[in-house]
């Protein structure tokens, strides 16, 4: 689409200085307004909406990105990371019941799509994880720790989610002796992660 190639060619060049962005920033809000009202269900055109998303949020602009990602949405429903990055948007509105609408839908699209009930998507300890975090943020301690303990359920190999499990218990929760054993499982995970290792000397030194 002719509207939307010039923009897109500013913003991704990487010799341009940071501050030519911000200098742009009215043409990137005119751009997205005017993409979003000559819509089409054409395939380019959806193209060109995902590639505004993540530049608006960059940029800021939180209504408008919401926009373009719930238009994307409609015409793509089954796209589990669009409703994470609508959750990212919402949140930094403060709209916060839509935006832990928007991450659990994240988790309900991928569990959609299983196989069979015994079999999960690699993704959805990842937006497990999402939505523990979104209700770490917002103080809701045990009901982060049940997504972080439904992420490990999802995929029992997935080393993030016994990590954010473990920052959680450590953290804020207080509770080391099952940071410990967090921290173990980490380890024996990725045994050549040294961010982990460290982690487990630190928990050994308190005794």
């Not at 994880?129 to 809701?140: D, K």
């Amino acid at each position: 689409m002719q509207l939307v190639k010039p923009l897109l060619n500013v913003v991704t060049d990487q010799t341009e200085p940071r501050d030519r962005l911000k200098t742009a920033l009215p043409e990137i809000l005119v751009t997205a307004g005017a993409l979003l009202g000559r819509f089409t269900n054409r395939h380019h055109d959806l193209g060109d909406l995902y590639q505004l998303g993540p530049l608006l949020l960059e940029q800021g602009s939180f209504a408008l990105a919401e926009q373009v990602y719930t238009e994307i949405i409609s015409h793509n429903p089954d796209n589990f990371d669009l409703y994470c990055d609508l959750g990212s948007v919402l949140l930094k509105q403060n709209k916060i019941p839509q935006a832990e609408a928007a991450y659990r839908q994240a988790i309900e699209k991928a569990m959609e799509v299983r196989v069979d009930a015994s079999q999960s998507e690699p993704e959805e300890a990842f937006y497990h994880c999402q939505l523990a975090a979104f209700l770490q943020s917002q103080g809701r301690l045990a009901e982060a720790k049940t997504s972080y303990e439904q992420a490990i359920e999802s995929n029992p190999d997935d080393v993030a989610s016994y990590n954010g499990l473990f920052l959680l218990n450590w953290h804020e929760l207080s509770d080391y002796q099952a940071a410990k054993a967090l921290i173990y499982k980490t380890t024996s995970l990725s045994p050549k992660d040294f961010s982990y290792t460290n982690f487990s000397f630190v928990l050994l030194s308190q005794g």
